[in-house]
């Protein structure tokens, strides 16, 4: 079966820079446009990036803009985030999406598969 599975979280302060990483199994990874989302305590899941099946197009979210790099390694299924200049408000859980790349990832969160997230805590 499909899976995703997210590693890379973690605790770490505020300025600082984390690298999350999405494996993908069960599924042909070039089939997919991929996406990244977060949700913090008490509130919404929110779209914060997401790339095409090939890598040639990515789209980030206002908040993140500048900060967060995603990109992709077909070779090894594997979809990352770089996230530089870490604030307390990106403290969540991150979770990687997949979308069949007929359409692109779906910002309201309506996409084919998910990951359990990872935990990322950015400390002031």
């Known amino acids: 079966q499909v899976q995703l599975v997210e590693s890379g979280g973690g605790l770490v302060q505020a300025g600082g820079s984390l690298r999350l990483s999405c494996a993908a199994s069960?599924?042909?990874?070039?089939?997919?446009?991929m996406g990244w989302f977060r949700q913090a305590p008490g509130k919404e899941r929110e779209f914060v990036a997401a790339i095409t099946w090939n890598g040639t197009t990515t789209d980030y979210a206002d908040s993140v803009k500048g900060r967060f790099t995603i990109s992709r390694d077909n070779a090894k299924n594997t979809v990352f985030l770089h996230m530089n200049s870490l604030k307390p408000e990106d403290t969540a859980v991150y979770s990687c999406a997949a979308q069949f790349r007929s359409i692109p990832v779906s910002k309201s969160g309506q996409n084919n598969h998910w990951g359990q997230g990872t935990q990322v805590t950015v400390s002031s």
């Open positions: 069960g599924l042909i990874f070039t089939f997919y446009n």
